[in-house]
């Protein structure tokens, strides 16, 4: 079974679009996050929810909503797609320290 | 805010060479280490970690000391294989209780010849 799960693992559109993307974990973690990986594989967090209460907004822009239904489930929204949008973004989970990662959703933005 | 520096790459090694990845941090408190792996076109992994001064985390046949007296914790293995190939991070989690989050080197490709 996969633990921390990601849909789509592509998604290709043009600027000015709305997208999602999906993220679940079937681990009972309380706290999910969205990170971002940039060309340059370099990785930044985005946001942390804590049993579905945003804890951590790492100024990201207002484009970027994540909304999480339940616990296990931490989803992004972005608005108004951009070209500087494009990169990969990771969701993963935690319980204490340690967090486990999904697969990644690749997001190009033409 | 915390930091991580880790050595730029990219490395290109032989099979069965010795592997050193430098990593060193910046931090107000003492945090968790990790080393975190990426293979190609995979998500990241957990390779091993360390939550206080002179752990040694170890795993596949890397290991890394979480060294408190030059804020470091390098990965090493000593016999590096092909399979070996893919992005290491090194990270910190900074925060308590349900807030931490990770701070990430800026990762580094290791490519191991045959």
């Known amino acids: 079974d996969t633990a921390v799960s990601q849909t789509p693992k592509y998604l290709v559109t043009q600027m000015g679009n709305d997208k999602s993307i999906k993220c679940e974990q079937n681990?009972?973690?309380?706290?999910m996050y969205w990170y971002k990986q940039d060309s340059k594989k370099f990785l930044k967090i985005m946001f942390s929810y804590n049993n579905k209460e945003l804890i951590i907004n790492e100024t990201v822009p207002n484009r970027f909503s994540p909304k999480s239904p339940d616990k296990a489930h931490l989803n992004l929204h972005i608005n108004s797609l951009e070209l500087g949008d494009s990169a990969v973004y990771f969701c993963a989970s935690s319980q204490v320290a340690e967090q486990f990662f999904g697969p990644g959703t690749r997001l190009t933005v033409l | 805010g915390d930091s991580v520096t880790q050595m730029e790459g990219p490395v290109t090694l032989s099979e069965e060479a010795f592997l050193t990845i430098n990593c060193t941090y910046t931090?107000?408190?003492?945090?968790?280490l990790f080393w975190y792996v990426q293979y190609p076109g995979e998500g990241l992994q957990l390779l091993l970690k360390a939550t206080k001064a002179d752990d040694k985390g170890s795993n596949k046949g890397f290991e890394a000391t979480y060294r408190k007296e030059t804020t470091s914790f390098h990965l090493e293995k000593g016999s590096v294989q092909v399979s070996d190939s893919a992005v290491y991070f090194c990270?910190?989690?900074?925060?308590?209780?349900?807030?931490?989050?990770?701070?990430f080197g800026k990762g580094t490709k290791l490519t191991v010849n045959p």
């Open positions: 990270a910190l989690s900074e925060g308590k209780g349900g807030s931490e989050k990770l701070v």
């Open positions: 681990l009972g973690h309380d706290t």
């Open positions: 931090a107000t408190g003492y945090p968790s």
